[in-house]
């Protein structure tokens, strides 16, 4: 009996113990998950937190339609998404504060830094240019290396659709690249 | 063959051809022999593939959360709060990072190509890949130029990795947790061997060219039931598994097993009566000597396999020998005791070099290929030490949060694994000199194009345990060795069990397609979504009780199915259906044989339906025929005889029906 088994019995029965320690377990690669979504360490902390919550409120009804893994990787990415629009909200009223106190507008983002070479530089930028729905899928297949139908459970759409957007990241990756 | 214009090419570049279905990847690949432009696009989708990984990496992987793991912190207002100061302090916090990471980078500057580790370049080594996982078990390829490693986990899972992107080749699931692997080579492909907690060893083939993974011969339990398996070895070629187990027992088996069959046993030492769980073998690299330390005694043993003959070197100090590897050369074999490490002279039959300063016992050790340096790792100090192995002096130091638990060199020597313990779960690191480039991308041949990742599940029947008693399961078909037909076959299951309360029985069975792990045996209940499968359930009262369910399989609904997985579960009812039991079984499914041999193509001619129906008396042709070239059947006319409807719906995977020519027309 793996100790994952045990501890889905234990949570489904309501043990908090067990619910804490299975919850755990997953944390470090919803963490990293939300790190990859939100690019900022508070941040997916946060919604790793808010993920736990709600993987907590919804474990009972976990009816395994996916692997547990799936799924607490779906309810951290409607967690990022929702702390996404929350964050842009805040960069909107950034701007408008901005304009009024006369700040520098043009921010050179600090983290781009972090990159040595051009390249890197200008590939990074374009990660972050990308739309949210293909940044997902290009960081769900790249950086987390789950396979399509994985990544299409965990964003809820079909392969085809994952087809879609990959392809259109690259297009427009490419273009910003200019790989020789 | 169908020919594919260069857009939908690039499409399916883009989405990678180990997720591709059958037909596509093989349109693709017939595209790519013929078209340069896209083999072009190929190479660079495949550099932007691996240098989006790296950037990623780059970007991500150093960030740690905050988060204790044992705590679950109180819910935050952060995100209700739309101020400015948040907004700033976040920014101060990021160029904080920021700052880290310009350090780090300027600490330790990329590399453009991989370098030979050695002891100028040990300086230079920085890690590439953290995954963390409960990872209990690690050892790379053996082949050359190949940068796979094979992982174990807690929960069976046994993986084949690119140490280089973190991209999972293959997957499959061990009957347990895994505690020791070996991996090598074996004939043209290579073997892996996994020992699990319990004691169980499995030996897996694989062909990575093929992306094929499968299980060979039956689980080996150790013959003595008395005592379990704890250490592993295989020899050179992959013929010999070498066993230590807890008395102190080493026996050796040959691979070369039929499926169904147990290794045979070939040879036995038996050197203790005492229980031991420490110790370590391994074959020298032609295959003829065999080191055994057993963790008991400050000894190595060299056994002569031809001779039976034995030759122990006893550690000048500490009272136990962990850890024993070769020299390439054979000539030599280090040791790995408490503290220290040595190096013995086989042919002069003493030590020559001590690598001293390990403040505990040592617990892990690895040579690299060409023997120059000797990496070990200890327990309290949580360090990994690199050694000049032909003198002896320590080059580098690296230190780790929590103890290391094992250490691999690669074959080409390029890159050194290591496992460590965290808190947050079990953290392999991949270390190298040009961590943050992928090779590929730097070698001057083409780079290739990603190979299939076919995950080829292993046939397991995975048993939770005795919620429910009296357990009895009976599986349709009984095989699960063989390849089962591309059609025309009833799989499914009976169970018969007692049970104390009320339960539901339940079987579910889908398709797996290539590229698919299925999940953990009580996680997955039903087909993923869109995907057709059989299930049945029946609830039943507190008793004995038995649930027989059966479904017949059609390929025509399945087309690119490889395997089937069939699960039989029993829950309780109350309240939210409690797992009690659960087994599942792989099947790998044969494939048709136009699938296998493109020439017996499948040809739909349905123009000669019409013509057929004018012939009175004439039976109606079955619209599939194979390899015809493409008549056409009006200007035949009625045939005087029809093609043999027998070999018909089936004629695809009958090759002799593709050899039948068209009957002479009559005029």
Request: charged residues 15%.
């Given at each position: 009996l793996s100790e994952q088994t045990q501890l889905l019995a234990l949570c489904r029965a309501g043990d908090e113990q067990a619910l804490t320690q299975l919850l755990t377990a997953q944390r470090p690669k919803l963490f990293r998950l939300a790190l990859s979504i939100l690019d900022d360490a508070a941040e997916a902390d946060e919604a790793t937190q808010e993920a736990w919550l709600a993987a907590r409120r919804a474990l009972p009804s976990f009816r395994g339609e996916a692997a547990l893994s799936t799924w607490l990787y779906r309810i951290t990415l409607n967690v990022c998404r929702s702390k996404l629009r929350k964050q842009r909200a805040r960069q909107r009223l950034q701007q408008v504060l901005t304009v009024v106190f006369r700040w520098e507008a043009e921010v050179v983002h600090p983290e781009e830094a972090a990159f040595q070479l051009e390249a890197d530089r200008a590939l990074w930028a374009a990660i972050r240019a990308l739309p949210d729905t293909e940044r997902e899928v290009i960081v769900l297949r790249y950086y987390h290396a789950h396979p399509i139908a994985e990544v299409a459970q965990i964003l809820n759409v079909s392969e085809r659709t994952v087809h879609n957007r990959l392809h259109a990241a690259h297009q427009k990756l490419r273009s910003k690249v200019h790989r020789p | 063959?169908?020919?594919?214009?260069?857009?939908?090419?690039?499409?399916?570049?883009?989405?990678?051809?180990?997720?591709?279905?059958?037909?596509?990847?093989?349109?693709?690949?017939?595209?790519?022999?013929?078209?340069?432009?896209?083999?072009?696009?190929?190479?660079?989708?495949?550099?932007?593939?691996?240098?989006?990984?790296?950037?990623?990496?780059?970007?991500?992987?150093?960030?740690?959360?905050?988060?204790?793991?044992?705590?679950?912190?109180?819910?935050?207002?952060?995100?209700?709060?739309?101020?400015?100061?948040?907004?700033?302090?976040?920014?101060?916090?990021?160029?904080?990072?920021?700052?880290?990471?310009?350090?780090?980078?300027?600490?330790?500057?990329?590399?453009?190509?991989?370098?030979?580790?050695?002891?100028?370049?040990?300086?230079?080594?920085?890690?590439?890949?953290?995954?963390?996982?409960?990872?209990?078990?690690?050892?790379?390829?053996?082949?050359?130029?190949?940068?796979?490693?094979?992982?174990?986990?807690?929960?069976?899972?046994?993986?084949?990795?690119?140490?280089?992107?973190?991209?999972?080749?293959?997957?499959?699931?061990?009957?347990?947790?895994?505690?020791?692997?070996?991996?090598?080579?074996?004939?043209?492909?290579?073997?892996?061997?996994?020992?699990?907690?319990?004691?169980?060893?499995?030996?897996?083939?694989?062909?990575?060219?093929?992306?094929?993974?499968?299980?060979?011969?039956?689980?080996?339990?150790?013959?003595?039931?008395?005592?379990?398996?704890?250490?592993?070895?295989?020899?050179h070629d992959g013929t010999k598994l070498a066993t230590?187990?807890?008395?102190?027992?080493?026996?050796?088996?040959?691979?070369?097993?039929?499926?169904?069959?147990?290794?045979?046993?070939?040879?036995?030492?038996?050197?203790?009566?005492?229980?031991?769980?420490?110790?370590?073998?391994?074959?020298?690299?032609?295959?003829?000597?065999?080191?055994?330390?057993?963790?008991?005694?400050?000894?190595?043993?060299?056994?002569?396999?031809?001779?039976?003959?034995?030759?122990?070197?006893?550690?000048?100090?500490?009272?136990?020998?962990?850890?024993?590897?070769?020299?390439?050369?054979?000539?030599?074999?280090?040791?790995?005791?408490?503290?220290?490490?040595?190096?013995?002279?086989?042919?002069?039959?003493?030590?020559?070099?001590?690598?001293?300063?390990?403040?505990?016992?040592?617990?892990?050790?690895?040579?690299?290929?060409?023997?120059?340096?000797?990496?070990?790792?200890?327990?309290?100090?949580?360090?990994?030490?690199?050694?000049?192995?032909?003198?002896?002096?320590?080059?580098?130091?690296?230190?780790?949060?929590?103890?290391?638990?094992?250490?691999?060199?690669?074959?080409d020597g390029q890159r050194l694994a290591v496992l460590w313990y965290g808190a947050d779960g079990n953290q392999l690191e991949i270390w190298s000199t040009n961590a943050a480039t992928a090779p590929l991308a730097n070698t001057p041949t083409p780079a290739p194009l990603p190979t299939e990742s076919i995950i080829s599940p292993p046939l397991v029947t995975e048993d939770l345990g005795n919620k429910v008693q009296n357990v009895s399961v009976v599986w349709l078909p009984e095989s699960q060795a063989t390849p089962l037909p591309p059609s025309g076959f009833t799989f499914g299951a009976t169970i018969t069990y007692t049970s104390g309360q009320e339960t539901i029985a339940h079987v579910v069975a889908y398709p797996l397609a290539s590229g698919e792990d299925p999940a953990p045996c009580e996680l997955n209940l039903s087909a993923p979504e869109g995907r057709p499968f059989w299930a049945n359930q029946t609830n039943y009262p507190p008793g004995t009780q038995t649930f027989s369910q059966s479904f017949p399989y059609n390929a025509e609904v399945l087309p690119n199915a490889t395997y089937l997985l069939v699960r039989i579960n029993v829950f309780d009812t109350a309240p939210v259906n409690n797992l009690l039991y659960c087994q599942q079984r792989i099947y790998p499914l044969a494939q048709p044989l136009e699938t296998a041999t493109p020439a017996f193509t499948p040809t739909l001619i349905p123009t000669f339906t019409p013509c057929a129906i004018g012939c009175e008396g004439t039976p109606t042709p079955p619209p599939f025929v194979t390899t015809l070239p493409s008549p056409t059947p009006c200007q035949i006319g009625c045939p005087e005889t029809t093609p043999a409807p027998a070999n018909l719906p089936n004629a695809s995977a009958t090759p002799a029906a593709t050899e039948t020519p068209i009957p002479t027309p009559a005029p």
């Open positions: - | 063959m169908k020919e594919i214009p260069h857009q939908q090419a690039q499409r399916w570049l883009a989405v990678g051809q180990a997720d591709l279905p059958a037909a596509e990847k093989e349109l693709l690949t017939a595209h790519l022999a013929q078209c340069e432009a896209c083999r072009t696009y190929a190479r660079e989708t495949l550099t932007l593939q691996q240098d989006l990984t790296r950037v990623m990496q780059m970007r991500w992987d150093g960030q740690k959360s905050n988060m204790t793991h044992t705590s679950i912190p109180k819910a935050s207002n952060r995100d209700s709060r739309l101020n400015l100061v948040g907004t700033l302090l976040g920014a101060g916090a990021l160029a904080a990072l920021t700052l880290a990471l310009v350090f780090f980078f300027n600490r330790a500057p990329v590399q453009q190509t991989a370098g030979l580790i050695n002891s100028t370049t040990v300086a230079e080594l920085k890690p590439a890949i953290y995954k963390t996982e409960a990872i209990t078990a690690v050892a790379f390829s053996q082949r050359a130029g190949s940068n796979v490693i094979a992982v174990g986990y807690r929960d069976g899972r046994l993986e084949l990795v690119e140490a280089d992107t973190g991209r999972v080749r293959f997957s499959g699931m061990a009957s347990g947790e895994v505690m020791a692997l070996a991996f090598t080579l074996y004939g043209q492909g290579e073997i892996i061997a996994t020992l699990t907690r319990e004691g169980t060893i499995e030996l897996w083939a694989v062909d990575i060219t093929q992306s094929a993974f499968t299980l060979m011969g039956a689980p080996l339990l150790n013959p003595n039931p008395n005592a379990a398996f704890f250490q592993l070895a295989l020899n230590l187990d807890s008395v102190g027992a080493v026996k050796i088996f040959s691979t070369q097993v039929a499926p169904g069959e147990t290794p045979p046993l070939q040879m036995q030492f038996d050197f203790l009566s005492e229980t031991t769980f420490a110790g370590d073998l391994a074959f020298s690299p032609d295959g003829k000597f065999l080191a055994v330390v057993l963790g008991t005694a400050p000894v190595a043993r060299v056994l002569n396999l031809e001779t039976n003959h034995e030759e122990t070197y006893t550690l000048p100090d500490g009272p136990q020998a962990l850890w024993v590897e070769f020299t390439p050369d054979g000539q030599r074999i280090a040791v790995g005791g408490n503290p220290n490490a040595y190096l013995f002279d086989l042919a002069r039959q003493q030590s020559l070099l001590t690598f001293a300063g390990n403040p505990t016992w040592l617990t892990a050790l690895s040579l690299s290929p060409d023997g120059k340096i000797l990496a070990t790792a200890t327990d309290n100090e949580q360090s990994v030490r690199l050694w000049n192995a032909e003198d002896g002096t320590l080059l580098r130091e690296i230190q780790f949060p929590d103890p290391v638990h094992a250490i691999d060199f690669s074959a």
